[in-house]
């Protein structure tokens, strides 16, 4: 009897959601992105900003999972695990098309987009370049930028022959622990574990990861984004955060994608900053059903 009992407990307990898979895409002889697959479902794809990686989303890939969704996590070149080349093109354009390439030998198409800080400008060129790929973009703190890194991030790279020698990762973690804190609007989040998590896969290569820093900061981009931002057939939907932060999406861009896209909404969150995802992750899972629902129908049967 208790045999017995045992059996249909099992049965009405709920399935154990089965653990994220890791793997690299080899893209070329010296570049493979790293990727993080998820859940079943329609397919979510995550792209990390300059200092991101699959690692920031680990709150928010499990809500993904639970609402129905396969979330994909595809960190671009240079960024947490992937290949950190020292000659390689990092600029934005290159970056989309090779997240293209990673999504072509998934088979995925029509997904929706979660993109935060600078990948929000990789994942607009990823919309206009490869429509067939992209169905909806929430882009999460992230306007449309014209450069991979920023005129405060360049100046400080050139001191980075000198970051080995006065603390190596111990600087870049006190550093990024500064950036963290001063980006969120609750910064509780930020852990002496967390900050490790950032900067797990600069440790592990630092010389590596200053290296393809400085070829970001030097990249240039074969053309402009805002002159192709009427391309982006899908909508788009941008989350930013409601308290004064580091990283915000100026007035000028959100001006600019009101003007130029098709369909473009807008979501503040309340007491949140620059790592929404982080501090919110509800937030985000809410803002996605939203976009979800603004796709046409005629757009979501025609593409999947």
């Known amino acids: 009897m208790w045999f017995l009992a045992a059996l249909l407990v099992a049965d009405s307990a709920p399935p154990t959601p089965a653990p ?5 895409v080899p893209l070329s002889r010296t570049e493979s992105l790293s990727v993080e697959t998820v859940g079943r479902g329609d397919p979510v ?15 928010l890939v499990p809500l993904l999972a639970d609402a129905g969704y396969r979330a994909i996590v ?9 290949a950190r080349p020292e000659k390689a093109n990092y600029s934005l354009t290159a970056q989309a098309d090779r997240i293209a390439a990673v999504l ?6 029509a997904a929706l987009l979660i993109a935060h800080s600078i990948g929000g400008s990789e994942a607009f ?27 405060a991030f360049k100046r400080a790279l050139r001191f980075a022959p000198w970051i080995k020698l006065f603390g ?35 440790a592990r290569d630092l010389d590596a990861t200053l290296k393809a820093y400085l070829a970001m900061a030097n990249s ?28 915000d999406v100026s007035a000028t861009e959100v001006q600019l994608l009101e003007r130029s896209l098709h369909s473009f909404a807008i979501d503040s969150v309340p007491g949140a900053g620059h ?12 803002a996605l059903a939203r976009l979800k629902a603004s796709v046409t129908p005629a757009r979501a049967s025609g593409s999947e």
């Open 20 to 24: 994220p898979q890791s793997f690299m």
């Open 45 to 59: 794809v995550i792209i990390p900003g300059l200092f991101g990686s699959a690692y920031g989303f680990r709150t």
């Open 74 to 82: 595809i960190e671009p070149l240079g960024i947490g695990s992937s």
């Open 104 to 109: 072509d030998s998934l088979h995925v198409r």
């Open 125 to 151: 060129r990823l919309a206009y370049r490869r429509p067939d790929l992209v169905r909806g973009l929430l882009s999460i703190e992230g306007g449309p930028t014209e450069t991979a890194t920023t005129a």
């Open 168 to 202: 190596g990762i111990r600087l870049i973690r006190r550093k990024i622990r500064g950036l963290l804190i001063e980006s969120s609007g609750d910064s509780s989040w930020v852990t002496d574990a967390v900050v490790e998590g950032y900067t797990a896969g600069a």
């Open 220 to 247: 240039r981009e074969p053309v402009k984004l805002a002159s192709h931002l009427a391309e982006v057939p899908c909508p788009v939907r941008l989350v930013v955060g409601g308290v004064r932060h580091d990283g």
């Open 275 to 286: 790592f929404i995802y982080e501090e919110q992750p509800g937030a985000v899972v809410a």
